[in-house]
């Protein structure tokens, strides 16, 4: 009985939900792209760690540095962005934040994927590590070309500046539209 009363009034609040995708900061395209660099990086991570060894440890070592962040810290702003745990980190320039890590790491990983191609044994296992670090930056590639699409470039010099309290905005002034007091005219 009660059931009825309360089945018309009320509403599922959709704050309630563990994901928030899409959401301000991120849309599902952008999601999938986020999940598939998580997957590609773990791949990557993973075939390098089986190889048994190596000619020039330096370029293993750091495609290892560089696939492990990637998987981290990727999986960590994939958590933050798609749930409501961003709006209790003190961030509030998540765009921006995004954008410059992405590009960062699709940087290293292809920095990390030439230095790895260039001096490996030749072995099918780290080849096939190198495909996975070379597949993971072009998934880092295309999200900032979604990215770029429909957030626009989002550190772009001469664009309006949020107000804040004491800050260069506020200290730039508007000219006034309408003068307050308008001149008056004494006929004598």
Same mark, same amino acid.
């Given at each position: 009985m009660t059931s009825e009363v309360y089945s018309t #009034? #009320? $509403?599922p609040n959709p704050? /309630? /939900?563990?994901?928030? +995708?899409p959401s301000e900061h991120l849309d599902k395209p952008r999601f999938l792209v986020k999940v598939s660099e998580v997957l590609l990086s773990f791949v990557a991570f993973i075939l390098e760690e089986v190889v048994n060894s190596c000619i020039s440890c &330096? $370029?293993?070592y750091f495609f290892e540095f560089v696939s492990c962040t990637a998987f981290l810290f990727t999986l960590l702003l994939l958590i @933050? @962005? /798609? #749930? &409501?745990l961003h709006s209790r980190v003190g961030i509030t320039c998540w765009s921006s934040l995004d954008f410059i890590y992405t590009c960062a790491i699709a940087l290293f990983f292809c920095i990390s994927s030439i230095a790895f191609a260039a001096q490996n044994s030749g072995t099918d296992l780290e080849k096939s590590a190198v495909a996975f670090?070379? @597949?993971a930056m072009a998934a880092f590639v295309i999200d900032i070309v979604l990215f770029i699409k429909t957030c626009g470039f989002p550190l772009k010099k001469g664009g309006k500046q949020e107000s804040s309290n004491g800050g260069p $905005? $506020?200290? +730039?002034a508007q000219p006034e539209a309408e003068k307050l007091?308008?001149?008056i005219n004494v006929a004598s």
């Open positions: #009034t #009320t $509403a704050k /309630s /939900s563990l994901c928030l +995708v &330096s $370029a293993l @933050l @962005l /798609s #749930t &409501s670090g070379f @597949l $905005a $506020a200290m +730039v007091n308008p001149p």
